[in-house]
Each structure stands twice: as C-alpha cells, then as structure tokens.
C-alpha cells in the first residue's frame, strides 16, 4: 500500500492563471492564506477495482472504502470506523444516486448496507434510496450520500453537494445560475445536520459533456478510485478538479465547460465546508498512476 499526504495548491490547479478574480470567474474559490477551517479528504485507488470491460470487484472495492473511511477518521480498523459514523439506534438513510445512464453501482449500495449493518444498526432501520420516499428521509437520523462524480451540463460537476438536490422538492428552483445555490438544499430539515459520510465515486467518471441529460462514452475513463470526506464541499473540489485535469489531458487544453461556481458558493457563502485545495488536507492511498492530483 502506498500512501501520500499533502496539500494541494491553488498553483497546481489553476496552473497559469494571473489573478484570484479569474479563480473566481471559473468557478473555483479564491485562494486564501489563513488558519482557516480545513477539511480533510481521503482519495484511494486500486487498479484491481475494474476488469476491462469495467465489471467491479466488489471485494476490492469493499476493502478500498474500508481502507478510506478508517484513514479519514484515524481509527485502527474499519469495523472501528464504521461504528463511529452510525449508531445502533440510528435511521440510516443511503442516500444514492439512480440516473439511469450513469447510477451509483449497485456494488456500493450493498457494500456500504452491509458496513452499516455490521456497525450495529438494524436491517429495518436501513434504506437505500434516490427518488423513492420522501418519509423515508425525513425520519432518517443519518445519511450517508453516496454518487458517482461526472460532467454535468447544468453545474459543471454532479458530485455530493449536487446528489441532494432532489430532496429539495423542487429542483428545477436550483438551476439557475450554474446551479451557484446548491448549497442552500443542505439546509433544509429533510437533510440539514443528518450527513455522516460522503462518498464520491471515481471509478470510471464522466469528464466531459455536451447538452443536458448526456452520457458519451468517449468522456468516460477508468480512474479507478473513489474519494471520502466529512465535508461535501471538499471531496467536490477534488472531485472537480481531477476531471478538470483529464480534460486538459484529452483535449489538450482547458476544454470550455459549464463553471463549477456553486463548490466555491457553498464554502464562501454557505459555509457549508471547504473548497479552497490549500486548505484540504488530501491523503492518497493506493495505486498512484496518473492520478492527475
């Protein structure tokens, strides 16, 4: 196992740009030298995760988000971990993601119910679900949001902050703007204070995207990672900011993209977590080719 710790810099991923307001004007937050907040997110890959046609190993995968949670929250082992993000008398509430060309795997979903179960919380107390129930969610008393990162016309990445949207009721009401008030869902009471854990997915994410509602296998590449955080703004940013590096890399150039302001939004108006990379502290675990990070 192979692990590395450091902190990214606002060099590193606006590499050329002049000044702060053009950080800005893209999306992405202003770098601030501070002791400020920060946030710490934990990126883990294994080339074994995905055969060639991108069939997962669920066992591999099981032991990569094993490995993540219990370095994400310093505990000795993952049993451990588990049992400090869910209680026996909790609700528990998975929150995935079901659009249908490009869900949450079903993998994950079973993968994290077994983890929760094993945690000590009842199966009937347990549900996995995206569009289904909105009672289910009310009564929950903790969720885990889990969904897979990719380009999205609307915000210019779907990622955690984005998978609440449709708890809101009213979606549509979120898009103006480059979907800027994302953030503003994570207040509602049908979520507000309930997130233990969030998992974005790097498996084989979706870098690139043309029109609303598009799925293009051409934009699709096998990563083979996922990244946890406590913060949702935080694992977005880096989210954001590998699919941004492997458009760079396909296209050879910054390929135009709808901004992803509302990840900058949501830390400097919302305060909803962190989105500024020199305040993340950023652990990689794992397999370390190209990890464009």
Partial sequence: MVENARVITRRDFIRGAATAAFAAAVGFPIEVESAEKRSRVVLIRDAGVLD????????????????????????????????????????????????????????????????????????????????????KFEQATALINVRPARAHTMSGMGGCIKNYIILSGNPASYHEDAC??????WDLPIVKGKTRLNILLLLNPLFYCKGPQTYDARYVWQYKGLAVSLDPVAV???????????????????????????????????????????????IKLGWNKDALI
């Fill in 52 to 135: 060639s046609e991108g069939k997962i190993n669920i066992s591999v995968l099981g032991r990569m988000l094993d490995q993540a949670v219990a370095k994400l929250l310093g505990k000795a082992d993952a049993a451990s971990a588990w049992k400090s993000i869910v209680k026996p008398n909790d609700y528990v509430g998975i929150k995935t993601n079901v659009w249908n060309r490009f869900p949450t795997p079903p993998e994950a979903n079973e993968i994290i119910m077994k983890r929760v179960i094993a945690a000590g919380v009842p199966q009937d107390k347990v549900f996995c679900d995206d569009r289904g129930s909105r009672d």
């Fill in 180 to 185: 800027a008030d994302l953030a503003k869902v």
């Fill in 236 to 282: 977005d940013s880096v989210g954001a900011h590998i699919l941004r590096a492997k458009r760079i890399a396909f296209f050879g150039e910054d390929k135009p993209i709808t901004p992803t302001k509302h990840i900058a939004i949501a830390d400097e108006r919302y305060h909803l977590g962190v989105a500024d990379l020199n305040r993340i502290e950023l």
